[in-house]
């Protein structure tokens, strides 16, 4: 955190976790997982990771396609600086506009400071508006005090905020006094403090006990490895095919589809292999006599060696 002259090391933690209960969809009848493949929507075919690329929809349903380059050519901020624009009053903060929320620890070096800081924004009962590189992307957020800790609360942008539109709520419609009297008393019957250990998620607490006994009776399905796709060994196939073509095209200076990159390219370069097989096959034939060829002359010289020098003697 920056502020002022003043730079204060810290450690973001994440404050939040969800406890919400997660279903797998399964098959019912083996307990299968369920799965999804990504496919094409104009020619149906599956399409690897390698070929997907990112697309913006434009209002009139035209898609623009973006390349790796045009996000590159994006603004993008990579400092993990928290740097402090202004202390604002914290009923100006709607908390609709609170994101998610992050605990702030301090290095040792910087316990002074962070001190110093957590007392100012306590005493001034002020939020400090800062702005934050999150995952690349800078974005607005807080800083206030909770429980002896500052908590780094990011923002939506203010046009993330949906206006409420109700034709049922524009009429000049407003309770009489009488029944504003009553709706008082009755607030005043139910107020109290607030207490998070009060209220308990029931629904949680039923799915995880539901599960239990099902697990003691022995309502258990025993679920087989799921078979390898053969459209994953293909996906990867093509891709090796691709990353040879390539290379291949760097080393001669050609382009990649001259190579046959193309999985049409490769289909066509697997028919044609039978072909070079047969000449391969002819030429190892040939070089196979020629060297029985050889082999038979030079014993017959070895032979006529032996003889004449048996002879000599």
Known sequence: MSFGLVNVPVRLFSATENHDVQF??????????????????????????????????????????????????????????ISIEKFVPSEQIDPLLFDKS?????????????????????????????????????????????????VLQTLLWADEVRTPEFESLSEETHATAKELAMASSLVDSLSGDYEPDEFEDDYAEAVTQLVATKIEGGELTETPEAKGEE???????????????????????????????????AAKKTASKPAPKTTAKKATTKTAAKKATAKKTTAKKSTTKKAATKKAS
């Open 24 to 81: 797998r969809q399964v098959h019912e009848k083996d307990g299968g997982r369920i799965k999804y493949q990504r496919v094409c929507s104009i020619d149906g075919e599956e399409v690897p990771y390698s070929d997907i690329a990112k697309g913006y929809e434009a209002p009139d349903g035209q898609m623009v396609v973006l390349t790796d380059e045009d996000l590159k050519s994006l603004p993008t901020r990579s400092t993990k600086e």
């Open 102 to 150: 992050y605990y702030l620890e301090p290095d040792k070096t910087g316990l002074k400071p962070y001190v110093l800081l957590r007392d100012a924004l306590e005493k001034a009962d002020r939020m400090a508006l800062v702005t934050v590189s999150v995952r690349t992307r800078m974005t607005l957020a807080v800083l206030r005090v909770r429980d002896g800790v500052i």
């Open 231 to 265: 459209t994953e060994v293909v996906d990867l196939l093509a891709a090796l095919q691709r990353s040879v073509d390539k290379a291949k095209a760097a080393r001669t200076g050609g382009s990649p589809s001259d190579s046959g990159s193309s999985d049409e390219g």
